[in-house]
């Protein structure tokens, strides 16, 4: 068997981390440090991106017709996006990057940007997440205001015609109002940022590259919650909804698509050694023993279908320290099963090539192991007949 020499990256980028120090309040970053992380996480960072950003915002900000009042000016920063950075919906284009470049945006790159540029004009915006949506609210301090970022008639558009029309034939979506607390939930602008990452890897394990999701799984995880390395589902600092799951959870299902991908891929040794690697830093007992289980269960299978139960015993005892008790009973069980039938079977062969010492030999080997065994007990009886 062809073994992997290396995994997915489990480390967290250092970039995550910093940035996890820093996103302790939303009040706390500034605009650019909201450009900064929102490239890294578009996986897209670079001088020449962080600068269009910065000469965005200075256009933005030394516009003579821009607004003193927040609800105006966040109002007229929607259509600045549209009239100067956004020139059309792409449902996966989540980069901010590639929307600095060509102008395609969706939900999450348009609503990130417009956090930015809000944040640079002195406005403060979190993000809005529904089951298959994100956009922003505006906090003036006397009212919140929702603004769909992928409408040039977004703000506030519970009311206006024009958007409804226009919105839900670009999008798919539906707009989800401020009374349906259910269906919608406030996040922080960190949490909106993720959705970038978020977004990433849904497209790549959509196209069945489930080793390149993992590192960014970690870094999100990294970004929303720190350094998880001896974390468990629950231990974040803070809660997060139903329907921005946790970020915890996420990540485990990350790791175990990857694994089983390599499971279905017949790796069976090397999805053993993924969960040796992968399983100390993120510990989450009963989904790696499950998966521990079904690599290990696979592959003594092929070892007894092919008649090798030496080397299922073999590969079982190695294994031992990765299995849990009731696990490894189990497996031992089957290997004992082919082992007994693995006596008779060479007996019988022997016997009935009149290799009758042979034959003796085998079957006294094996009831010396399995004294109780009820076929080999029968085969002993068919010899003194």
Known sequence: MNHRTSFPRLEPDPKALEYYRLSGSDHGNSWTKLAEISLWASGDYSASNLAKIRA??????????????AKERAEFILGFMHKNLLKSYSHNQTRIGALLSNGKFNCVSSAVLYMILCRSAGLYVRGVMTKDHAFT???????????ETTNPYGFDPGSRKEFHDHFGRMTGFAYVPAHKYRDRQTISQIELVSLILNNRIAELESSGNYADAVPVAVDRTALLMGNMSDARPGTAEKSHGLIFEHPFKDLMGRLLNYGASLLKAGREEDCLAWAAAASPMYHDES??????????????????????PADARNFLENQKKLINHAHYAHLEAIVIDAERLDFHNRFAAAWNKKNFDEAVRILNKGLAEFPDDRQLLSDKAAIKR
């Open 137 to 147: 609210i505006l906090h003036t301090g006397e009212s919140d205001i929702d603004i």
């Open 287 to 308: 989904r790696w023993q499950e998966f521990i289980f079904a690599a290990a269960n696979n592959r003594i299978a092929i070892y007894v279908n092919a008649g090798k």
């Open 56 to 69: 965005a915002s200075e256009t933005l900000n030394n516009f003579p017709a821009l607004p003193k009042a």
